[in-house]
């Protein structure tokens, strides 16, 4: 049975939204291997034992804030009570389950908690893990904590997904003074979908043809020299008249990151 029959028989909402097609497109190649699968938010379970039917191979693990009515849902499933802002509570599935394949954030939908359990549980997803955010339409709707009236800088998941992207091309940034974070040269691809984020988490560490070490000036006197014997000329102008332009645009950005309190 595929995806869309299995969420329809099970009647998650999944099949409505249509994320039967964006789970497919992913997870079809994936069905018979022995996966650990986390789900956030499984409501009354039905979902986990669509799942179930769709892995038959794979260890299937629930969490949700409230306890379900019925856990008789099968040896290959197991449920675990608690709050996906718990960080205790996450930190006792990390250590109970080691590693996840896969993991599916469909909880509580609140900017904030996604944030944090993605920040959280990403270090425990596998290499070639998926990471999906369902319903990512309350980043934009103030009922939710979204805002719907600041959509580049609010502090929506949406935006911090946005954000993430950057990550794709940390050896990119000509900024002496960026810091790497922990999602650098670990994540392949983001995708963004209606209502849906799908982060792969993979090792990328392509090396940049226009910056060294997050310097352009460095990669650029690097080239040069390699080529022509004029060490003395370049050094003035990439290690001094280039890298003092950079940091007269970083004090600038910066001045105008303390003006506008974008932080």
């Not at 009515?69 to 006792?92: A, E």
């Not at 949406?158 to 810091?179: A, G, H, Q, R, T």
């Amino acid at each position: 049975m595929n995806l869309e029959k299995l969420f329809k028989y099970y009647k998650t909402d999944k099949s409505t939204h249509q994320y039967h097609r964006i789970y497919d497109s992913y997870l079809s190649k994936l069905r018979n291997k022995k996966l650990n699968i986390l789900e956030i938010g499984v409501a009354d379970g039905f979902s986990l034992v669509a799942w179930s039917k769709y892995f038959k191979n794979s260890k299937i693990i629930g969490i949700d804030i409230k306890k379900l009515k019925d856990n008789k849902l099968g040896k290959k499933i197991s449920f675990h009570q608690g709050s996906q802002v718990d960080g205790k509570f996450l930190d006792s599935l990390i250590k109970k389950y080691k590693k996840f394949d896969i993991i599916i954030d469909d909880g509580s939908h609140y900017p904030a908690d996604v944030i944090y359990s993605f920040k959280k549980l990403f270090s425990s997803l596998n290499i070639k893990g998926l990471y999906f955010v369902e319903d990512t339409q309350t980043s934009y709707n103030h009922f939710f904590g979204g805002n719907a009236f600041d959509l580049k800088y609010s502090n929506t998941h949406m935006n911090f997904f946005k954000n993430l992207v950057d990550s794709l091309n940390f050896k990119e940034i000509p900024n002496p003074f960026y810091k790497i974070n922990k999602f650098d040269g670990l994540i392949k691809n983001i995708s963004f979908y209606n209502n849906m984020i799908v982060v792969k988490k993979d090792y990328n560490y392509i090396e940049s043809n226009l910056v060294l070490n997050n310097s352009y000036e460095n990669k650029r006197f690097q080239t040069k020299t390699k080529r022509k014997n004029k060490r003395f000329r370049y050094f003035l102008k990439y290690k001094i008249l280039f890298k003092s332009y950079t940091l007269f645009l970083f004090f600038i950005n910066l001045l105008k990151k303390i003006i506008l309190f974008r932080y």
